[in-house]
T-cell receptor, first 112, second 113 residues
């Protein structure tokens, strides 16, 4: 499975957009990019995923570069409740789809 | 629609004992995966079950085992507990197939003393 690289931490002002980068330069053609977040030792929460096209849902937008070697998760209007560890994961579209390999993630702190 | 349910939420066990944790997936989900989270190692994949068969396994000793029942509910067992087994154990369920998302339960916090 492809490995991902994320910044260790990021600060964001409440009400502003938070842009979380992720590098996955060894991603294969059949691997999806998934984003999860974990708030203070709760179970990880699914945010969004994509293969090659940009995706948007009620929580966030996912921008994947054309070469698929990196992506950016965008939280359009960060709130204090968005403070969490954000994980970028590359997931294979085979019989291993139940296996998620988590890295260290990015600790995002939203400040008033 | 009910989410993933894990029981119990908290557990304290003594070294050498064994423990069984339970996970009820979202209705219709046939894939159940288990993860261990510790401050030092982060979130690590334990194993995945699909249709009562273990499909994937992480790098954990044989003391860690699991099973899945015909209704997709899953249990994981840890025998001969060690202090280092203290962790948050998380279960996730998903539909089978690519382009699906996995949903996590709130976890079971196991403390070994």
């Amino acid at each position: 499975d492809a490995k991902t690289t994320q910044p260790t931490s990021m600060d964001c002002a409440e009400g502003r957009a938070a842009n979380l980068p992720c590098n996955h330069s060894t991603i294969s053609g059949n691997e999806y990019v998934y984003w999860y977040r974990q708030i203070h030792s709760q179970g990880p929460q699914y945010i969004i995923h994509g293969l090659k096209n940009n995706e948007t849902n009620e929580m966030a937008s996912l921008i994947i570069t054309e070469d698929r070697k990196s992506s950016t998760l965008i939280l359009p209007h960060a709130t204090l409740r968005d403070t969490a560890v954000y994980y970028c994961i590359v997931r294979v579209a085979t019989n291993s789809w139940g296996k998620l390999q988590f890295g260290a993630g990015t600790q995002v702190v939203v400040t008033p | 629609k009910a989410g993933v349910t894990q029981t119990p939420r908290y557990l304290i066990k003594t070294r050498g004992q064994q423990v069984t944790l339970s996970c009820s997936p979202i209705s219709g989900h046939r894939s159940v995966s288990w993860y261990q989270q510790t401050p030092g190692q982060g979130l690590q994949f334990l194993f995945e079950y699909f249709s009562e068969t273990q499909r994937n396994k992480g790098n954990f000793p044989g003391r860690f085992s699991g099973r899945q029942f015909s209704n997709s509910r899953s249990e994981m067992n840890v025998s001969t507990l060690e202090l280092g087994d203290s962790a948050l154990y998380l279960c996730a369920s998903s539909f089978s197939g690519e382009n699906t998302e996995a949903f996590f339960g709130q976890g079971t916090r196991l403390t070994v003393v």
